[in-house]
């Protein structure tokens, strides 16, 4: 069971995660293994900290009393056992101790390296299990907080580490199965084999409880969050967008690929092989039925299954009249791309090869064309390529769904209604698998253009 950051956002937020966990420990013959979040908010405190320390600005300061008020009125409200929140407090107090001094460092060497940025990133995921685990242990049931950097290895890949699933499945199985009481692990962070802390990603906690499920081999794993389940579309621009009961492993991932934020993109990548389901529900609301993620979905009415779309993206064109026909030219351009480490996340290519498309976040385009200009400089210098150009403030919408196999009509249904909404279209992409027809639009036509695709084919 994962609860996310406004699962555990304050006091009372965490007094309904522990109802939550408790009414579900009682049911059930093996004990729960709960995942936490940082308490909302705290995480991107911490990251804003680390960059005021690293600009020499004393703002950290501030912000490290104001996660001292914001854990120990957590911690006041919720352990009611004198002693075991005074020992609880003083834990919290070590921990930001601890921080303040990492953060004075950053602060004299004005420097914060992705390595550190990882270490002070979990801070909140340290703090939020400790006051769950004591919550928990405090209504009479046995509980333990337990440090995910101690069964979770990954390698040094800081910002975005990538798991050891057999060393890690190894040590989760040793530390949690068998257990008689729950245990309350942190989410988001790892740790390398030499003990250096390292982090998932932003959202990452999704992927911590899955990896654990598939780890112990549990028979579901359950995303707590603040929305009654995925929607067909984010609730916050398509404001009547529903809950999906039930879709596939695939039209999931495909989602939250493409900017559905509920499950982190990599979640189902673990649970899938053991084929276990995953259930996304709402902390607020727990009798809702939620989403079923499963192999299996019941087929659908509608042919598309849901919308998502990814903000601040960029398009990088290349064209010249010399790319038709030379080969190897797109192999090149992607060798110098991932030279980069930028991430394609769409591409195109017209049938003329008159110019190929890529499609990356706006923060990292500027990183591909400079390296792309110095490896093609000798196809540029002979006029093969006439330019390399950058268009910015875009974005991908991608439209999902198992439905649209096959299906005749579709994708002009789709483009009529953008159309209609007269949204201007600059590249399109459709996968061979045809559960995703992608494309890529202004920013500002972002509401529009959703609202339309929701109005036609979901209503
Ligand atoms: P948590 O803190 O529980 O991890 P997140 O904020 O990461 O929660 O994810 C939940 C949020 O994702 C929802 O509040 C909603 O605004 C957003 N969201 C975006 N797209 C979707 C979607 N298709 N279905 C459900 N929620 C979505
Ligand atoms: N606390 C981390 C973040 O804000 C991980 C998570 O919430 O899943 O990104
Ligand atoms: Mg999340």
């Not at 009414?23 to 013959?29: D, F, N, Q, T």
């Not at 499945?169 to 390292?198: C, H, M, P, W």
């Not at 495909?254 to 979640?267: C, K, N, Q, R, W």
Request: glycine fraction near 10%; charge should be negative.
């Amino acid at each position: 069971m994962k609860f996310g950051g406004s699962s555990v956002a304050d006091a009372d937020r965490i007094r309904g995660v522990g109802d939550i966990v408790i009414a579900r420990s009682k049911g059930e013959p093996k004990p729960p293994v709960v995942v936490v979040s940082a308490m909302k908010g705290v995480t991107d405190m911490l990251l804003g900290a680390a960059r005021s320390a690293e600009e020499g600005k004393r703002e950290y300061k501030d912000a490290i009393y104001g996660l001292m008020g914001k854990h120990h009125d957590a911690v006041k409200a919720l352990v009611t056992d004198n002693s075991a929140g005074a020992s609880l407090l003083i834990e919290v107090d070590g921990l930001l101790d601890e921080l303040g001094e990492i953060l004075h460092g950053v602060e004299l060497v004005r420097e914060c390296s992705p390595r550190t940025k990882d270490l002070v990133s979990g801070f909140g995921e340290r703090l939020s299990c400790r006051i769950v685990a004591a919550h928990i242990t405090d209504r009479g049931i046995e509980c333990e907080a337990v440090d995910a950097r101690e069964i979770i290895r990954t390698d040094d890949n800081h910002g975005r580490a990538v798991v050891d699933f057999t060393v890690s499945g190894k040590l989760i199985r040793d530390r949690l199965a068998g257990r008689k009481g729950i245990s309350v692990v942190t989410g988001f962070i790892a740790s390398t084999a030499d003990g250096v802390a390292t982090t998932l990603g932003r959202n990452g906690s999704d992927y911590t409880a899955s990896i654990l499920g598939a780890a112990l081999d549990t028979d579901a794993v359950e995303i707590w969050t603040d929305v009654d389940g995925i929607l067909t579309a984010d609730p916050r621009i398509v404001p009547n967008a529903w809950v999906i009961p039930e879709i596939s492993f695939q039209e999931a991932m495909e989602l939250s690929y493409f900017g559905a934020e509920v499950i982190h993109p990599y979640t189902l990548i673990p649970v899938m092989e053991k084929d276990l389901p995953v259930y996304i529900k709402n902390t607020l609301n727990p009798q809702a039925a939620g989403t079923r993620i499963s192999r299996t979905a019941a087929p659908k009415d509608s042919p598309i299954t849901g919308i998502a779309s990814i903000d601040n993206i960029s398009m990088i064109t290349i064209e010249g009249g010399g790319m038709v026909g030379m080969p190897g030219i797109a192999g090149r351009i992607f060798a110098s791309v991932a030279a980069a480490g930028v991430n394609i996340i769409m591409i195109t290519q017209a049938s003329s090869e008159h110019s190929i498309c890529l499609v990356c976040r706006t923060d990292e385009a500027e990183r591909a064309v400079d390296l792309l200009k110095r490896d093609l400089s000798d196809a540029i210098y002979s006029r093969m390529i006439r330019d390399i150009i950058i268009t910015t403030g875009l974005e991908i919408v991608a439209v999902i769904g198992e439905n649209m196999k096959g299906r005749v009509g579709l994708s002009g249904k789709l483009f009529s209604a953008l159309g209609d909404a007269g949204i201007n279209i600059l590249a399109i992409a459709q996968g061979s698998t045809e559960l995703n027809i992608s494309f890529v639009i202004e920013n500002s036509s972002k509401t529009e253009a959703l609202g339309a695709i929701h109005r036609a084919f979901i209503g």
